[in-house]
């Protein structure tokens, strides 16, 4: 669990926001649920983007919570699309955080995310291969 050498993507973040109070249970750590929802926004947008339209959550697989967010840490969320259906995207996502004070980052949760891309008519649509590099 303690990977010193492990590094956040190289990849910009789609989501950095700092952890604040209101943001807490009532124990004092970072809501779960709080950062499922950003994670759930960067994925989002990835699939937003790929699929040129609306698209919707309809799985989350293996969310694990590794190490606790406290209030002040700076959370970046990493998403990348992972593979597509015919209307269906996977999108990796991992949120790192970085207390106020030090440069190193840590892995705090990763999931991967299903989207299905959808129309004006809230049906599923047909969204893009993934383009070869």
Do not use: C
Not at 65 to 91: C, N, Q, Y
């Amino acid at each position: 669990m303690g990977h010193m050498d492990e590094q956040p993507p190289e990849a910009s973040p789609a989501v950095r926001v700092i952890a604040m109070p209101a943001d807490t249970n009532p124990y004092g750590d970072i809501f779960g649920g709080w950062l499922m929802s950003l994670m759930d926004s960067a994925a989002g947008s990835v699939a937003a983007r790929h699929s040129h339209g609306r698209a919707v959550t309809i799985a989350v697989e293996g969310m694990t919570f590794l190490r606790p967010v406290v209030v002040g840490d700076e959370v970046s969320v990493f998403a990348s699309l992972k593979s597509v259906g015919r209307t269906s995207m996977k999108i990796d996502v991992e949120a790192w955080r970085r207390t106020r004070h030090d440069d190193r980052s840590y892995r705090v949760t990763r999931a991967t995310f299903t989207f299905v891309a959808i129309g004006e008519d809230r049906q599923p649509r047909s969204v893009p291969p993934i383009a070869e590099a």
